[in-house]
């Protein structure tokens, strides 16, 4: 199980480094589309404001696949003011989709250990 969560913690970090290309980060999402951990979703709600639209779009409907409500405030934001057309109706689709969702599932169960 720790080895498990190195792993997720070692992607998560990857995801969220700004450094990381966008193709790398959309192939990230992808993995993280097959787990179900805190900390995975944490970096998934974190991309939906990526620099890069194509991030931004995945990581939106990974949330809404996740039912991560805790990007409401994210997505209302990016529904009205991103630059991207296919971003702004991705995030207003996704609104309506976790509309009934709990506003947590994004954030870490264990702290990380460099706070």
Not at 39 to 59: F, G, H, S, W
Not at 77 to 93: F, G, Y
């Amino acid at each position: 199980l720790y080895t498990y969560e190195k792993k997720v913690y070692k992607l998560a970090a990857k995801l969220e480094n700004p450094e990381t290309p966008p193709e790398e980060k959309l192939e990230l999402l992808e993995i993280f589309s097959f787990v179900n951990d805190d900390r995975a979703n944490q970096a998934v709600a974190k991309n939906v404001l990526d620099p890069n639209p194509e991030v931004r779009e995945r990581a939106i409907w990974l949330a809404v696949d996740l039912k991560l409500g805790a990007i409401r405030p994210n997505l209302e934001v990016l529904a009205q003011n991103d630059p991207s057309r296919r971003v702004r109706l991705a995030a207003k689709e996704a609104l309506r989709s976790l509309k009934g969702a709990p506003a947590q599932g994004a954030q870490p169960t264990v702290l990380d250990k460099k706070k």
